[in-house]
């Protein structure tokens, strides 16, 4: 079992995120996005590009990691990140799936 764990541990593959879109009916089709990845300046980009965005008239929705006070603020929509209540709701349409 090279390069997995039992159970609850590393489980490498995009099945269980497919199911999961799925399930939503696919919103990420929906909508246009941007991914930022590479090793520094990760942050530094998705906020200069937001503020690019957002100037011009754009609503912009953000996921960033780590987070620095509450788990919440990884997910944030111009800048402001997403309340209790939201995130909640969230929560509890994605857990059932």
């Not at 609850?8 to 269980?16: N, T």
């Not at 011009?56 to 603020?73: A, K, N």
């Amino acid at each position: 079992m090279a390069g997995r764990q039992k159970k609850f541990g590393i489980h490498p593959g995009l099945e269980r995120m497919t199911m999961l879109m799925e399930g939503l009916g696919n919103p990420e089709r929906k909508m246009k996005s941007v991914h930022i990845g590479g090793t520094n300046g990760k942050g530094s980009t998705t906020a200069f590009l937001r503020n690019i965005l957002e100037e011009s008239g754009m609503e912009v929705g953000t996921f960033t990691s780590p987070y620095i006070e509450t788990f919440r603020e990884r997910i944030a929509v111009n800048g402001a990140p997403i309340s209790e209540e939201a995130f909640l709701e969230a929560a509890n349409v994605v857990r059932p799936l």
